[in-house]
């Protein structure tokens, strides 16, 4: 008769343990997080738990660190076309979620350049417009184009494992739309983890993919060429599902 109150006292306890475990942790993580924003990011404060849990599906130390990774891995990919992030004036984040990654690309840009981020994610883009306006633009864009830029704003466009979540439809209609804002012979590059873009994307490519990770638009129409896929980060996407991370680069340029 007596041990029920004793062990109701005992589970309560334990229950308060565990919150406690779950906040130091929590302030372990921001710890990391403070000392990561003064290298990497400037300064800027990191954003709350819950925006980054949505981009990355955790809220983890090194969630700005990885930021930095991300834009090392972009100044990888541009150089192997001869190209250096120093020479782009104007650049767009699609997809920008809470800014992860464009904080990281503030940090390291000149000051001649400008960065917009757009998402579809209003508190995130709210959250940004107030805590990291001195690093970038900000812009909500809706599930379908168009976004609010006009034509050929862009010489450098990024996007960061969003046409992974998105369906053939819809993955068609935005890199039309992303074409629309890039300006004449420069780039646009989707980084993409887990499921592949759509094969009706592809499959205008002139030829067998190869490992240059170039394609062109041609007459409105899309030609998109599959690159190679080592495998160098294994992130968890929206779904829950883990996969090896692989990247696509396109150029745009006219056709005369």
Same mark, same amino acid.
């Given at each position: 008769? =007596?041990?029920?109150?004793?062990?109701?006292?005992?589970? *309560? /306890?334990?229950?308060?343990?565990?919150?406690?475990?779950?906040?130091?942790?929590?302030?372990?993580?921001?710890?990391?997080?403070?000392?990561?924003?003064?290298?990497?990011?400037?300064?800027?404060?990191?954003?709350?738990?819950?925006?980054?849990?949505?981009?990355?599906?955790?809220?983890?130390?090194?969630?700005?660190?990885?930021?930095?990774?991300?834009?090392? %891995?972009?100044?990888?990919?541009?150089?192997?076309?001869?190209?250096?992030?120093?020479?782009?004036?104007?650049?767009?984040?699609?997809?920008?979620?809470?800014?992860?990654?464009?904080?990281?690309?503030?940090?390291?840009?000149?000051?001649? %350049?400008?960065?917009?981020?757009?998402?579809?994610?209003?508190?995130?883009?709210?959250?940004?417009?107030?805590?990291?306006?001195? *690093?970038?633009?900000?812009?909500? =864009?809706?599930?379908?184009?168009?976004?609010?830029?006009?034509?050929?704003?862009?010489?450098?466009?990024?996007?960061?494992?969003?046409?992974?979540?998105?369906?053939?439809?819809?993955?068609?209609?935005?890199?039309?739309?992303? /074409?629309?804002?890039?300006?004449?012979?420069?780039?646009?590059?989707? /980084? /993409?983890?887990?499921?592949?873009?759509?094969?009706?994307?592809?499959?205008?490519? *002139?030829?067998?993919?190869?490992?240059?990770?170039?394609?062109?638009?041609?007459?409105?129409?899309?030609?998109?060429?599959?690159?190679?896929?080592?495998?160098?980060?294994?992130?968890? =996407?929206?779904?829950?599902?883990?996969?090896?991370?692989?990247?696509?680069?396109?150029?745009?340029?006219?056709?005369?």
């Amino acid at each position: 008769m =007596n041990r029920l109150p004793i062990q109701t006292g005992v589970a *309560a /306890r334990l229950e308060q343990l565990s919150g406690l475990e779950a906040k130091v942790r929590d302030l372990e993580t921001f710890s990391v997080q403070l000392q990561d924003s003064l290298k990497q990011v400037g300064g800027l404060i990191p954003p709350p738990p819950h925006l980054q849990a949505r981009v990355s599906g955790v809220y983890h130390p090194h969630f700005l660190r990885h930021g930095e990774s991300l834009v090392h %891995q972009l100044r990888s990919s541009l150089s192997r076309i001869g190209k250096d992030l120093a020479c782009f004036h104007s650049i767009l984040d699609f997809g920008c979620g809470c800014g992860r990654v464009l904080c990281a690309l503030h940090f390291q840009s000149g000051s001649s %350049q400008e960065i917009h981020g757009t998402d579809i994610d209003t508190e995130a883009i709210g959250w940004c417009r107030a805590n990291y306006s001195k *690093a970038a633009m900000f812009s909500v =864009n809706p599930e379908m184009p168009p976004l609010s830029y006009p034509p050929h704003t862009f010489d450098l466009i990024y996007s960061i494992s969003i046409f992974t979540h998105l369906p053939e439809h819809m993955q068609l209609a935005w890199l039309e739309e992303l /074409r629309r804002v890039t300006k004449r012979g420069d780039i646009c590059s989707p /980084r /993409r983890t887990g499921a592949s873009i759509s094969r009706s994307s592809r499959k205008s490519c *002139a030829a067998t993919p190869s490992k240059r990770d170039f394609a062109t638009f041609r007459l409105g129409i899309p030609r998109v060429c599959r690159t190679s896929t080592k495998s160098r980060v294994t992130r968890r =996407n929206t779904s829950g599902v883990s996969g090896p991370s692989s990247s696509m680069s396109l150029r745009f340029r006219s056709e005369r």
